[in-house]
C-alpha cells in the first residue's frame, strides 16, 4: 500500500516515455541542417553594396593600428610566397571549418545529452550572433583590397573551391562574399578548443584543440579572408554564446509550467521516491 502512494506521489514527468535515441539523433541532424541552410540563406539577404562594405573594411584597419593588431600584410605576404603553405592554408579554411566541428558534434553526442545539450546550445547561440553581424554590417574582407592576394583564388585549380571565397566550384552565386565580420571560422574554432578542453580527459586532446583553434586564425587572416579583428569577434560571439548557454541551462524552465500536487511546495518536484515514501507513510 505503502508503494502505490510512493508511485502517485512520485513526479508527473517520470512517467514520460523516453523517446529513442536513433530517433533523437535523427531530429538532432535534421535541426542541424536546418539551422545550417536558415545560415546560409540568410547571409544571402545581406546587402552586397561594395561601397559601404569596403568603408567598413578600412574602418576596421584604422582600429586595428590603433589596437597595433594590424598583422595581415605579412600573414598574407608568407601564405603567398611559399606554395606549400598557401595549399594547406586554402584547404584548412575550405575543409575543416566543417569537417572539425561536425566530428566534435558527434563526439559530444555521443558521450550524452548533459555534455552535447548545452554545448550545441552555445553553438548555435553564436552562429546566431554572427549571422546577425553578417545581415547588418557587410564588410568587405582583405583580398578585396589592394595589396592583399586573395590566396584560396591562387589555388583554385587544386581544390574544388572556385574563384569566389571557399564556395564550391559553379557556386560562388550562392555565397555572401561580404560575411566577413565576424569571423565564424575563428569562432566555431574556439567553440572546439572550448568544448574539448571542457569535456576531453586527455591532455594532448586539450592541446590539439587550442592549436587548431590558433591555426585557424592564422590561415584566415593568411589566406586574405579575414581581418584579424574578424577572428577576434569571432572569438567573442562564441564565448557569448556559451556563456548564454549556461545562464539558460541553470533556469529550469519547465518548472515554470509544471503545476506542483496540491499543498506542496515547487522546491519539492526534484524530491527523491524515498521522501515520496516517507510522506505516504506519514
Same mark, same amino acid.
Given at each position: 500500500m505503502n508503494d502505490a502512494g510512493a508511485v502517485t506521489t512520485a513526479p508527473a514527468y517520470a512517467h514520460h516515455r523516453t523517446i529513442p535515441r536513433w530517433i533523437r539523433a535523427i531530429l538532432e541532424l535534421v535541426l542541424i541542417v536546418g539551422l545550417w541552410a536558415l545560415y546560409s540563406l540568410a547571409r544571402l539577404l545581406a546587402d552586397t553594396n561594395m561601397d559601404p562594405a569596403l568603408h567598413r573594411a578600412n574602418e576596421l584597419l584604422h582600429l586595428e593600428t590603433l589596437m597595433g593588431i594590424r598583422w595581415e600584410g605579412p600573414l598574407n605576404q608568407l601564405f603567398t $610566397?611559399? #606554395?606549400?603553405?598557401?595549399?594547406?592554408?586554402? @584547404?584548412? !579554411? %575550405? &575543409?575543416?571549418?566543417?569537417? /572539425?566541428?561536425?566530428?566534435? +558534434? *558527434?563526439?559530444?553526442?555521443?558521450?550524452? =545529452? $548533459? #555534455? @552535447?545539450?548545452?554545448?550545441? #546550445?552555445?553553438?548555435? *547561440?553564436?552562429?546566431?550572433?554572427?549571422?546577425? %553581424? @553578417?545581415?547588418?554590417?557587410?564588410? =568587405?574582407?582583405?583580398?578585396?583590397? %589592394?595589396? !592583399?592576394? $586573395?590566396? +584560396?583564388?591562387?589555388?583554385? %585549380? $587544386?581544390?574544388?573551391?572556385g574563384a569566389d571565397a571557399s564556395a564550391p566550384r559553379g557556386l560562388g552565386g550562392l555565397t555572401n562574399e561580404l560575411a566577413a565580420f565576424p569571423s565564424l571560422h575563428a569562432g566555431w574554432s574556439l567553440w572546439v578548443a572550448l568544448a574539448l578542453q571542457i569535456? =576531453? &580527459?586527455? !591532455?594532448? /586532446? #586539450?592541446?590539439?584543440?587550442?592549436? !587548431?583553434? +590558433?591555426?585557424?586564425? *592564422?590561415?584566415? /587572416?593568411?589566406?586574405?579572408?579575414?581581418w584579424v579583428i574578424d577572428a577576434v569577434v569571432g572569438w567573442m560571439v562564441i564565448l557569448v554564446g556559451w556563456a548564454l548557454a549556461e545562464a539558460i541551462g541553470r533556469i529550469p524552465l519547465h518548472r515554470r509550467w509544471q503545476r506542483p500536487p496540491a499543498g506542496e511546495p515547487v522546491e519539492l518536484e526534484h524530491a527523491s521516491v524515498g521522501d515520496s515514501q516517507a510522506r505516504a507513510v506519514e
Open positions: $610566397d611559399y #606554395r606549400l603553405v598557401g595549399l594547406v592554408g586554402s @584547404y584548412w !579554411y %575550405a &575543409t575543416l571549418h566543417y569537417v /572539425v566541428t561536425g566530428a566534435v +558534434l *558527434i563526439w559530444l553526442w555521443r558521450l550524452g =545529452a $548533459d #555534455r @552535447y545539450g548545452p554545448a550545441r #546550445r552555445a553553438l548555435v *547561440i553564436g552562429t546566431l550572433l554572427g549571422l546577425l %553581424a @553578417y545581415i547588418s554590417m557587410p564588410t =568587405a574582407p582583405p583580398r578585396f583590397l %589592394a595589396g !592583399y592576394v $586573395d590566396v +584560396l583564388s591562387l589555388h583554385s %585549380a $587544386d581544390g574544388w573551391w569535456y =576531453a &580527459t586527455r !591532455y594532448w /586532446v #586539450r592541446a590539439l584543440g587550442w592549436l !587548431y583553434a +590558433l591555426g585557424t586564425a *592564422i590561415v584566415i /587572416v593568411g589566406t586574405g579572408n579575414h
